[in-house]
DNA sequence: TAATATTGTGCAATCGTTTACATAATTAAA
DNA sequence: TTTAATTATGTAAACGATTGCACAATATTA
């Protein structure tokens, strides 16, 4: 193979300097017109294309950025993932991936390796409530962005869904359909985004005047197995509800999963809602109400807070926290009445 | 924030220069351990942490591994993707994601991107029958591994699961099962592993005496709404089948819907099995059979190869097409025996 | 016409590593 | 003890782009 042209191919080919032919290609305005033209011409006669390799080496910046989750594969994260890939190739920019698995410290790894690898940004999503690590990269000023799992006190900017928000529709739905005691499977709450559904729950039972009635909240890993337990729990209380918010899909799964294996009608008996629209919610029998957190969306904002204006003056930096709406998306598990 | 450390930094403190440093630092037999271990202690001193960028630069190749799948949220290529992430960051190597979203050009684009940017290797799963520009790729060097829909042509090593065995199995299964008259939602012929999963069903029908009705082939795309047309096509022949093995998951749904909105009992009255076995295959009721492909190994495996020994010696490399075992996961979809 | 401002280019250093080649220091062989 | 072989280190040139500074050449002003 033969090597590949350089601007220094190109500035001899035209008798002239590597700096002028640098210059042209960045559209430099000290570059002359006629000149500009001469070396564009050139190039592509060439076949010059740059390397951004060299061009990052001396920028000490590369034209990546670094995304780091805990698991590539989960349909959230790779929605989000698609979403900021899409939207920082607009500029020219591409992504590099790593995963934390929920490990603090190979997320700090990864961090290591994205500070070295000298990216122009970061986007994460918090493997713990552990922010420390995170100073690294503000003391590298690569700008940062977390999503979902925010880093409330450090992370200069957040995007995130409105889980308030979220279970807040998803309880205020139930309500309208005239279910009268809600239950709540309720994620950990060391984890902000679940703190924050427990809240939704609450303040829409509060402001329609509903008791809150602890028994009827229950601490819920997400998965399966644990929603089924809770839903065994809940509908053996002497007072048992008749409607299940969860903060998650798979645990609303498992208390979906429990009540058919009980003979207890969705939605008639009871109603229940999950959380993040898992693709399996649509195809589920009932179907299950769900809060769709948009996730391809909340990737593309993402990917343009890095390139918005106000963040290029390094002095006046606006430090956004987005929260994006959430829709709730209405199926058969909770459709009480006919519409 | 202060400049970090590099290796000139060493040297000064070392009073030695910058190629003893490095050496040393890369563990090169030709520096005394002394000396290495000097050079390893002030580097861990003053902090040191190398720049993958100037080394890079200087190798004309970066220790990232490229990828280009159509789309990066399909359950399948997310998975892919995290088995390749997986397996190379064993070997301190990180990934880059594109996408083609199924789109020629836009692949082609994203290989230039990926040369440019001295990957050290390519994984990419096609986006369309066309793999004349991955000749580029091969011009440049660069090691080019394609999986999933793999270049049959052109690509030096490829890793795909086995769709020839995947439908064989499924289609054995029914057979075994008890149905009589098995039809195929058949994929784009134009793509080689929906010609495969054709290829497996007929095999298997073959193989057992069974004769083959091409009124029973029905050419269907991968989604609920086109596998329900299917069905219903099939169910309104004369003589319809008892069983349908879909190269699709999405049109198997489909066609598991429309039997559930007929009455016809799954698995009494009619058997279904999918291909590729997606999340949502386990939670449908009846759970539907499907050929699952490994996609985390596929990944783990497509992440292995450009760390073979035998790809090291550019003499004599062994070119690999690794064919994966499916597995077919049965559930209740076609049991129609107790097991 | 001389002095000054404007515009377009070139020089050379820089980013941080790697490595071919040269050289110094040590050991083994004669 | 001299020579050859071995071992350890240093010199300097890459890799390819960017940019501060200097300097021509031209245009503008007095």
Redesign the pocket.
């Known amino acids: 193979m033969t090597?590949?042209a350089?601007?220094?191919d190109i500035a001899k080919a035209l008798?002239?300097?590597?700096?002028?032919v640098?210059?042209a290609?960045?559209n430099n305005?000290?570059?002359?017109d006629?000149?500009k033209k001469l070396v564009n011409d050139t190039a592509k006669a060439l076949g010059?294309e740059?390397?951004p390799v060299?061009?990052a080496?001396?920028?000490?910046r590369s034209k990546i950025i670094g995304v780091i989750v805990p698991y590539i594969d989960r349909s959230f994260f790779s929605s989000v993932i698609r979403g900021i890939e899409e939207e920082v190739k607009k500029h020219g920019y591409n992504i590099m991936i790593c995963q934390s698995l929920e490990d603090r410290q190979a997320e700090a790894d990864n961090i290591d390796i994205m500070v070295n690898a000298r990216v122009a940004g970061i986007a994460l999503s918090l493997a713990s409530n552990d922010e420390t690590h995170l100073k690294q990269i503000i003391k590298s000023n690569i700008p940062l962005v977390t999503f979902d799992r925010v880093a409330d006190n450090l992370a200069p900017h957040t995007v995130a869904a409105d889980d308030f928000e979220g279970s807040f529709l998803a309880t205020t739905h139930l309500i309208r359909q005239g279910y009268q005691k809600i239950a709540h499977l309720a994620g950990n709450q060391d984890i902000n985004i679940y703190r924050n559904r427990l809240r939704g729950y609450r303040a829409a039972l509060d402001e329609n005047g509903y008791e809150i009635d602890s028994d009827l909240i229950v601490s819920t890993k997400s998965s399966v197995e644990s929603g089924r337990l809770s839903a065994e729990k809940l509908l053996s209380l002497t007072n048992p509800p008749d409607a299940i918010t969860s903060a998650s899909d798979f645990s609303a799964l498992g208390a979906l999963q429990y009540c058919k294996s009980k003979d207890i009608r969705i939605p008639q008996d009871i109603g229940i809602t999950g959380f993040a629209n898992e693709p399996f919610t649509e195809y589920l029998e009932p179907s299950l109400t769900s809060v769709s957190q948009n996730s391809l969306e909340m990737g593309k904002i993402v990917g343009q807070v890095f390139f918005d204006k106000a963040n290029q003056d390094n002095d006046s930096i606006q430090y956004k926290k987005i929260l994006l709406k959430p829709e709730l998306i209405v199926r058969e598990s909770s459709q009480r009445q006919k519409v």
């Open positions: 090597k590949k350089t601007i220094v008798n002239t300097s590597a700096a002028t640098s210059r290609l960045n305005p000290r570059i002359s006629k000149t010059y740059p390397n060299a061009a080496l001396r920028n000490g």
